[in-house]
C-alpha cells in the first residue's frame, strides 16, 4: 500500500527530531569501548554490510544475518558502536534494492525502527546488569544475559513492525501468525552465529571475521544459487501447465483472459499489455491492458515499427529488461504509466514472424530477473499457438453460423436459437416469444430486370438494413431465398406487429442503390422493393417453434401476400 506524502513527510520530521540527539545520547553515555583495536571495527563494518545485501533462503523464508553481526558487535565494542554499524548496514541493505522516490521514507523509517530496537535491547542488557569486559569460556554464566538481550531484541522487533504497519500503512497485523514463527525460526538460527563470532573474536582477534564471515557467505551463494535453480524449475513447470491450459481454449477473449491472469500469478505484474500486429497497415494495435489485474480500457491509437518499447522489441524480434525507468524513458511512447520502473517485453513470434507483443511492467525497480524473460518466452509461444487455433476456431465457427451472402445467422443456427428460447418460455424465464417473417415482393422480376448479382446487393443491403433496426432487440437470419426471420424474445405480439410495420415502411420508403448487371455500362439505379410480413407469438399462437414458423409464414401468405403484398399481417389462429 503507498504512503501518502503527508505521512511520508512526518517520518522524516520525526527521524530528524530523534535519530541526531539520540545518537548523541548514546555517544555520551554508552561510548564505544575500543582497547588499542579501534581498526577492528572496520573489518565488522565491512562483514555487517556484505550480509545486509546477501540473504539466506531457507525453504522460503529469507534469513539476515546482520542481527547475528550486530549481537557481536554489541557484546565487544558496546551500543554506540552497534548502533552505528546497524545504520551503516541498514543503509547497503536499502540501497541495494533500488528505493523508487515514493519510497524513500523508509530510509528513516527503518533507521528509527533499528535505532529503538538497538537502545531498549541495549538498555535491557545494561538493566540486568551486563557488561562488555568479561571473557565468554571463563565466564559462561553471561550467556543468559545476552539470551535476555535477544529476546528483548526480537520483542522491540514485533512490536515496533506491528505498529508500522498499522499507523504507516494502515493494515492490522496478527501477533501470532505465520510471519511470528518464521521470524522465531530465524532468530533461532542467527543468534548462533552471532555467538560464535563474539567468543571467536575473544580468541583468535580479527581472524574470526574471515573464520566466520566466508563460511557464511559462501553458504548464502550456495543458497542463492540452489533457490535460483529451483525457482526456474518451478517457473518451467509451471509453464507447461499453462501453456496446455491455454491451449484448451477455443475463444479469443478467454486465451487473452486467462493468459494476463497466470502471468500475473507468476510475475509481478502491475501493467500487463498484449498488442497485436496489423500486417496490412504495418501497426501495432492494442488488444488487451490491465492494471493490477483488472481490465482496462485506453486508447493508445496505433503504434509504428520502433515507436516506443513495444515497436522497438517488434521491429527487432527481441525482447527487452529494463530495471528502471531511466533505461526505457527515452523510447516510451506514452501509454506506461509515470509510477511503473522495471519493464519485460517480448514479441510473440508465430512461424519466425511476429504476431504481437507483451509488455510487462512493474511499479518496482529490478523485479525482473534473465531467467523470467526466458520463461515469459516460452509463455508467450503457447500465447501464439493458442490465439491463432482460437481465431481460426471462432472464424469456422462465425462461418458455419452464418449466410455467406448477407452475414447473418443461417437457419440451422437459427433453429437453435428458438429451441433454446422456446426452452426458457417453458420454465418461465419469458413471458412471450414473437416471430417476424418476412419476404420480399416479386423478386424474381428485380433478378431478371437487373441481374442476379444486383438482386444479390439488394439482399445484402436489407440485411443490414434489418439488423440495424433490430439491434440487440432480437435475433435477425436469412430464412431462405429473399425471406428473412426476427425472434423477439419477452416481445409481445402487438410490439411486434409494431415493430415490423415499421420494418415494412423502412423497406418500401427508402430505395436500394444497385449497379444493374444488364447494362454494359453498369448503370447506378435506385430500385423500390416491398416486403410481405406475417407475426406470430408464443404461447398464444404455438406451443413449440416449428408451430411458430409455420403460423408466421401462414400470416404472411394468407394476410399479406393474398391481400396485395407490402402489408403486415397476424396470425388469427
Known amino acids: 500500500m503507498r504512503v501518502n506524502k503527508s505521512t511520508r513527510m512526518a517520518i522524516w520530521v520525526a527521524w530528524l527530531l530523534l535519530f541526531p540527539p539520540g545518537l548523541w545520547l548514546v555517544f555520551h553515555y554508552y561510548p564505544p569501548l575500543f582497547t588499542n583495536n579501534e581498526t577492528h571495527i572496520f573489518g565488522f563494518l565491512l562483514l555487517i554490510c556484505i550480509v545486509s545485501v546477501m540473504p539466506m533462503t531457507i525453504n522460503g523464508t529469507t534469513l539476515f544475518c546482520l542481527q547475528g553481526v550486530s549481537l557481536a558487535v554489541f557484546l565487544t565494542f558496546g551500543l554506540a558502536a552497534e548502533l552505528v554499524l546497524t545504520q551503516f548496514a541498514l543503509l547497503t541493505m536499502l540501497l541495494s534494492i533500488r528505493l523508487r522516490s515514493d519510497e524513500y521514507y523508509r530510509l528513516p523509517l527503518n533507521s528509527l525502527m533499528f535505532f529503538s530496537i538497538s ?127 491455454l491451449t484448451q481454449r477455443l475463444q479469443v477473449n478467454e486465451v487473452l483472459d486467462l493468459f494476463i491472469q ?48 513495444s515497436g522497438t522489441v517488434w521491429q527487432r524480434k527481441n525482447a527487452v529488461l529494463f530495471h528502471s525507468r531511466t533505461e526505457w524513458n527515452h523510447i516510451q511512447k506514452g501509454y506506461i504509466p509515470d509510477s511503473a520502473e522495471s519493464v519485460l517485453s517480448v514479441p510473440i513470434m508465430r512461424n519466425t514472424n511476429v504476431t504481437g507483443v507483451l509488455v510487462l511492467a512493474s511499479n518496482r525497480k529490478r523485479e525482473y530477473h534473465q531467467y523470467q524473460l526466458m520463461i515469459v518466452d516460452i509463455l ?19 462461418n458455419s453460423e452464418r449466410c455467406a451472402l448477407t452475414k447473418l445467422y443461417n437457419y440451422r443456427y437459427f433453429e437453435g436459437v428458438m429451441e433454446r428460447e422456446f426452452k426458457k418460455l417453458d420454465n418461465q424465464e419469458l413471458k412471450h416469444l414473437s ?139
Not at 135 to 151: R, S
Not at 222 to 238: A, P
Not at 380 to 398: G, I, Q
Open 380 to 398: 508467450c509461444s503457447y500465447l501464439a499457438v493458442a490465439y491463432d487455433n482460437a481465431r481460426y476456431h471462432e472464424e469456422t465457427k462465425k
Open 119 to 245: 537502545l531498549l535491547s541495549g538498555y535491557f542488557y545494561y538493566l540486568l546488569g551486563g557488561t562488555h569486559d568479561f571473557i565468554f569460556t571463563q565466564e559462561p554464566e553471561h550467556f543468559w544475559l545476552i539470551l535476555a538481550h535477544q529476546a528483548a531484541y526480537f520483542i522491540a522487533n514485533q512490536i515496533l513492525i506491528t505498529m508500522i504497519l498499522l499507523f504507516v500503512h494502515k493494515r492490522k497485523r496478527n501477533l501470532f501468525g505465520r510471519d511470528l514463527v518464521w521470524e522465531t525460526v530465524s532468530t533461532i538460527i542467527v543468534f548462533p552465529i552471532g555467538l560464535i563470532l563474539f567468543i571467536l573474536y575473544q580468541q583468535i582477534g580479527l581472524m574470526a571475521i574471515a573464520a566466520v564471515g566466508i563460511p557464511l557467505i559462501s553458504l548464502a551463494l550456495i543458497m542463492k544459487l540452489y533457490y535460483s535453480s529451483k525457482e526456474i524449475n518451478e517457473y518451467l513447470q509451471k509453464a507447461s501447465e499453462f501453456g496446455h491450459e
Open 435 to 573: 416471430l417476424i417473417l418476412l419476404d420480399l415482393d416479386r423478386f424474381k422480376i428485380i433478378n431478371d430486370t437487373y441481374g442476379h448479382e444486383s438482386g444479390n446487393e439488394i439482399l445484402r443491403q436489407m440485411a443490414v438494413r434489418i439488423a440495424n433496426f433490430v439491434g440487440e432487440t432480437g435475433i435477425t437470419a436469412r430464412y431462405g431465398g429473399e425471406e428473412f426471420v426476427i425472434l423477439l424474445p419477452d416481445i409481445d405480439k402487438e410490439n411486434a406487429f409494431e415493430m415490423a410495420e415499421t420494418i415494412r415502411q423502412a423497406i418500401a420508403f427508402k430505395p436500394f442503390e444497385i449497379y444493374t448487371d444488364l447494362d454494359s455500362h453498369r448503370s447506378k439505379v435506385l430500385v423500390t422493393v416491398t416486403a410481405s410480413i406475417g407475426v406470430a407469438s408464443a404461447p398464444a399462437d404455438a406451443e413449440d417453434f416449428q408451430s411458430l414458423i409455420r403460423h408466421a409464414d401462414r400470416a404472411m401468405y394468407t394476410g399479406a401476400k393474398k391481400a396485395g403484398r407490402n402489408k403486415v399481417a397476424q396470425y388469427a389462429g
Open 262 to 309: 497466470k502471468i500475473s500469478t507468476m510475475l509481478p505484474v502491475d501493467y500487463a499489455y498484449i498488442l497485436d500486429v496489423n500486417m496490412e497497415q504495418n501497426e501495432l494495435h492494442l488488444l488487451r491492458h490491465t492494471e493490477k489485474g483488472i481490465e482496462k480500457k485506453i486508447d493508445i491509437g496505433p503504434l509504428k515499427p520502433n515507436e516506443g518499447i
